[in-house]
């Protein structure tokens, strides 16, 4: 079993780099998030958000490729990160990763296991079910999908990957059978094994079935199989180390539309301890008007953080268009930025959102440190300035989630710049 090899983590958003990288972090290795042409080091375990999410199924395969090309070093098992709900294009991505693992002459195969039950994701009979319900029969998928079902063998045929599944009850068989499963597939010249599971345990089997197989394979799964692994990888996990807190006012920024972000976001609001501005669609759309809309909004932004924290949270409806959500998120990000010179922390929803403002920020990365809760990392921002962050996949979380995250980032001790 390989537990001194260094890791790379090739996501298409931020977020997803970050809760998919945290397991490893947790158990005392040196994690790092970037983006574009970031420079964080030699950390063992480098997770890089291709910001490819909103791409054409060519354009995000091209830009998964440049990361790996970019980051790729020898000796390194390669995970690829994609969405628990199946946005983006993971199956374009994941072809063109193991077309280049093959090209650089590894016998290699996509080990896909996208379950994430902390998140109530889990994966049975090779279909990707949410809270039980199939991914097709729930409201992320009405809002934002690319592929017919959520069948997985048929998700990855679409890129010309042939797969065939193992299903939870030989799965649930134990290790040894899996990694024959796999050893088999391998040996056939497979492109992919997708593997069930519905429960954190399930995934431990197939982390212990398939760790030793790391030389041939693509891992392909969320931040559930990137924790059962870590836990294999670094089993005793050190105290999580201490994160400082927030040294001034903290900004909550929802970009996301997802319910889970919205409803954590009216809990906060609620809450009576920040000052909530709402950004109206049209001023991130440029309609008339917009721009003295906009340097309206910065200026009461930028005065709420001088009397405490604030969340700053899209007003977008359920019929709004998201497919130009990149271009929205950078409009976001450059009406938040110039009011934030004297900012504390930062909670942050939705890669796009996240990217764009650290990006305005002079940010290159996040060193991860530890979670507010599963799917919720925290860290301290690396590059122009160090800031506590706390970043969270918009369909992630519970009502309370942001409210937590506000928690941690003041060590759950009332900061002078937190309403009384």
């Not at 260094?6 to 997803?16: E, H, V």
């Amino acid at each position: 079993m390989r537990t001194d090899a260094p890791w790379l983590i090739i996501a298409d958003d931020l977020t997803g780099a970050a809760d998919a990288a945290i397991a490893f972090a947790r158990r005392g290795l040196e994690t790092v998030v970037t983006w574009g042409d970031g420079d964080v080091g030699d950390a063992p375990v480098v997770s890089v958000d291709a910001d490819s999410r909103r791409l054409s199924a060519a354009a995000a395969a091209a830009r998964q490729s440049a990361v790996l090309a970019a980051r790729g070093r020898p000796g390194q098992i390669v995970y690829k990160k994609i969405d628990s709900t199946l946005r983006g294009q993971p199956a374009a991505e994941t072809a063109a990763l193991l077309k280049d693992l093959r090209r650089q002459g590894r016998r290699a195969i996509a080990l896909v296991a996208p379950a994430f039950p902390a998140m109530g994701r889990t994966t049975e009979a090779g279909r990707v079910l949410v809270a039980g319900r199939r991914l097709e029969e729930t409201p992320i998928w009405a809002r934002d999908h690319g592929y017919e079902s959520g069948y997985l063998p048929d998700v990855l045929k679409s890129a010309g990957l042939e797969s065939g599944v193992v299903p939870l009850d030989q799965l649930r068989r134990g290790a040894g059978v899996v990694r024959g499963i796999v050893a088999n597939a391998i040996a056939e010249g497979c492109d992919a094994v997708v593997c069930d599971a519905a429960t954190a345990d399930d995934l431990l089997v197939v982390a212990e079935a398939t760790l030793p197989l790391a030389d041939t394979l693509l891992f392909v799964g969320t931040g559930g199989l990137a924790g059962a692994l870590a836990q294999l990888v670094a089993p005793d996990a050190p105290p999580a180390p201490v994160v400082p807190p927030a040294n001034g006012p903290v900004l909550v920024l929802v970009g996301s539309v997802a319910e889970a972000s919205r409803a954590a976001a009216e809990t906060l609001a609620a809450n009576g301890r920040v000052t909530e501005v709402v950004v109206p669609e049209a001023v991130l759309r440029e309609a008339p008007g917009a721009a003295t809309a906009g340097r309206e909004l910065t200026a009461k932004i930028g005065a709420a953080l001088g009397d405490g924290d604030v969340l700053v949270v899209t007003a977008f409806g359920p019929e709004s268009d998201l497919a130009a959500g990149g271009a929205v998120a950078r409009r976001l990000a450059d009406l938040v930025a110039p009011a934030v010179a004297h900012l504390g922390g930062l909670v942050a929803t939705g890669g796009d959102t996240v990217c764009a403002l650290l990006g305005r920020l002079g940010v290159t990365g996040i060193r991860l440190l530890d979670e507010v809760e599963p799917g919720v990392p925290l860290g301290v921002t690396v590059g122009a300035v160090a800031l506590p962050i706390a970043t969270k996949a918009g369909g992630f979380g519970t009502d309370t989630t942001l409210l937590h995250c506000l928690d941690r980032l003041q060590s759950s001790v009332r900061s002078p710049y937190q309403k009384a």
